[in-house]
Nanobody
């Protein structure tokens, strides 16, 4: 089965950190860019960050810059999202997905696929 599975969510206090992992199986991982998305209650799924197939380039939405870091290991079929200085508004279900490109204009939920189950992140005191 083609699958991307996100791990590593949890409950964290404001200002805290989490590291999410996205593990791929069933397709040629290093042919695809990988994006991280978040869906907050009552809101549409939004793109946060993406990394190119080689890992040589990445993109962050403005609200993530300086706080989140994306990386990948093609040897391990895994993409990571290190999240620091977390805020209550970062709360939501985090998903990873595969796409053809990584860029600000391409990072849309409708342009990425191979969605798996997300992982819940809750930032609260």
């Amino acid at each position: 089965d083609v699958q991307l599975q996100a791990y590593g969510g949890g409950l964290v206090q404001p200002g805290g950190s989490l590291r999410l992992s996205c593990v791929a199986s069933g397709f040629t991982f290093d042919d695809y860019a990988i994006g991280w998305f978040r869906q907050a209650p009552g809101k549409e799924r939004e793109g946060l960050s993406c990394i190119s197939s080689s890992g040589g380039s990445s993109y962050y939405e403005d609200s993530m810059k300086g706080r989140f870091t994306i990386s990948r290991s093609n040897a391990e079929n895994t993409v990571y999202l290190q999240m620091n200085s977390l805020k209550p508004e970062d709360t939501g279900v985090y998903y990873c997905a595969a796409g053809r490109y990584c860029s600000g204009t391409y990072l849309r939920a409708t342009r990425y696929g191979r969605w798996g189950q997300g992982t819940q992140v809750t930032v609260s005191s």
